[in-house]
Every structure is written in structure tokens, then in C-alpha cells.
């Protein structure tokens, strides 16, 4: 357990979904070992932070593809990604890697614990791509976007900072337009794309692993960008 959790007396967030589904690769053992330690998410008191640089989070990264094409993309803005699943971890860490990319730091945990620790307004973008949509009524309670969720983040970005949801179910997406129609919530956000079934341009929005399962499946994804009022 990082040294965030051990400080954090409130651990008491249920996570579901696996942690793991196959054996790490030799090299992805090997990267845990070395290259994770040296970029855990320890703090914004990090030298990365530190500065004017602008801050994005990425929640549930998965294999870590958006990630790194961000990172990537944008030299001059620190990361933070967030991913329990370690087989995601593996992966994202081979990309660090091969890349030799210096503007990522891993929290290898729940995003609801990164999100409780961090400062208010000190993020300028945070994405949410694909979360598990929980499509069972009596799991909606589990879906990562909830009112509570929602205000802690709004209490996070920087005012006209930029909230991106993505989505390939159709009930999770209604789901994201009921709760963003709110009028409490209304009142955090505002909405930027109207039509977000338009896929926006992937230069701007790299896809992810399961936008690409989502198109071999032809189902359709929404796209939301929300910005903090
Ligand atoms: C359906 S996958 C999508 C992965 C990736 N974003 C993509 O689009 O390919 C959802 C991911 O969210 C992660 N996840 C679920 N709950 C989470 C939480 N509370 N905090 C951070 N990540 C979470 C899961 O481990 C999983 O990797």
C-alpha cells in the first residue's frame, strides 16, 4: 500500500472489478520493481508539479494508451494516471519505458483516494474513458460518475478546466446526461459538445483500448467535455 493510503484514515472505499487477470511479463516484473517506484504519485510537492505546468489525470487508464499518447503529445504537462489493475500498470510501464517519458506519475490505486488528497483547483483536465459501466440497476450505485464524484471533481479542476467522459454504453451514457442535467450540477459545469456521438478529432482525443473493442463491436461511443464553472 502507497505511503497516501497509510495516511489516509478514511480507508474505507469498496473497489470492485479485478486487480488482476494474467501473470506480469518478465520485463513488466521487472519494471515494478525499478522503474514504479521512482514514478508513484507521492504528491504535488513533486518536482514534476511543481511550477506552472498544467496538470491532467487520466482515472482508470487501463492499458494505458490515451495515457502515454497524451503524455506524449504534450511534453510540457504532468500526469497523473490512476489504474488498480496491475496488469494496466504492466503495460502503461513497458510505454513509459519505451518512450523514456518523464512527465508521468502512477497511482496504483482507487481514484477516489488520489481525488480526496489532492488540492482544489489544481487540475486542469481530467479524463474518464470507458469506466466500467455497471449495467445492472442494483450496481449503478458502483458507476465511477455519481453526484458525489462529480463535486469532488468540480472542486478539483481549475475554473474552465475540462472534465472528458467517454462511453460505448448507451445506458451509461444516459446515465452521464442525467446526472450532468441535475440542476445542482448544472451549476458546476457546463457542456461543450453538443452532439457527442461526433468522434472528436483523435489527435486531440487518442482512442483507448476499448474505444477500439467498441468499434469492432460497432457500437457507438459518446464522447461528453465538461467544463468547470
Ligand atoms: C472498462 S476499463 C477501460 C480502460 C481504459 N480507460 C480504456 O478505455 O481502454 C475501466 C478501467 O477502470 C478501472 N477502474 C475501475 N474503478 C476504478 C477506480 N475506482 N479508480 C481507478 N480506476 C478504476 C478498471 O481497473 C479498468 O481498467
Given at each position: ?79 497523473i ?8 500498470v ?37 479524463f ?22 462529480i463535486r ?18 448507451a ?6 446526461k ?9 451549476a ?35 464522447f ?6
Amino acid at each position: 500500500m502507497n505511503q497516501i493510503l497509510e495516511n489516509h484514515p478514511q480507508h474505507r472505499k469498496t473497489l470492485y472489478g479485478r486487480r488482476q487477470s494474467r501473470p506480469l511479463k518478465d520485463r513488466q516484473k521487472t519494471l515494478f520493481d525499478t522503474l514504479l517506484p521512482a514514478i508513484t504519485f507521492s504528491g504535488l510537492e513533486n518536482e514534476l508539479f511543481v511550477g506552472q505546468k498544467q496538470i491532467w489525470v487520466e482515472i482508470g487508464f487501463g492499458g494505458g494508451e490515451h495515457l502515454c499518447k497524451q503524455a506524449l503529445s504534450n511534453p510540457d504537462v504532468a500526469f497523473i494516471g490512476c489504474e488498480p489493475f496491475v496488469n494496466g500498470v504492466g503495460s502503461l510501464l513497458s510505454q513509459i519505458d519505451d518512450f523514456n517519458l518523464k512527465n508521468v506519475k502512477v497511482f496504483q490505486n482507487d481514484a477516489r483516494f488520489l481525488l480526496e488528497v489532492l488540492p482544489s483547483a489544481s487540475l486542469d483536465k481530467v479524463f474518464l474513458l470507458f469506466p466500467d459501466p455497471w449495467p445492472k440497476k442494483r450496481h449503478f450505485k458502483r458507476r465511477f460518475v455519481q453526484k458525489e464524484t462529480i463535486r469532488e471533481i468540480h472542486r478539483l479542476l481549475k475554473p474552465g478546466g475540462e472534465w472528458r467522459i467517454a462511453t460505448d454504453h448507451a445506458g451509461y451514457a444516459s446515465w452521464v446526461k442525467e446526472q450532468f442535467s441535475d440542476p445542482e450540477i448544472s451549476a458546476l459545469f457546463t457542456w461543450q459538445r453538443q452532439d457527442v456521438y461526433m468522434r472528436p478529432d483523435v489527435n486531440e482525443w487518442p482512442e483507448t483500448r476499448y474505444e477500439e473493442k467498441a468499434n469492432l463491436a460497432k457500437r457507438k461511443s459518446a464522447f461528453f467535455s465538461f467544463l468547470s464553472k
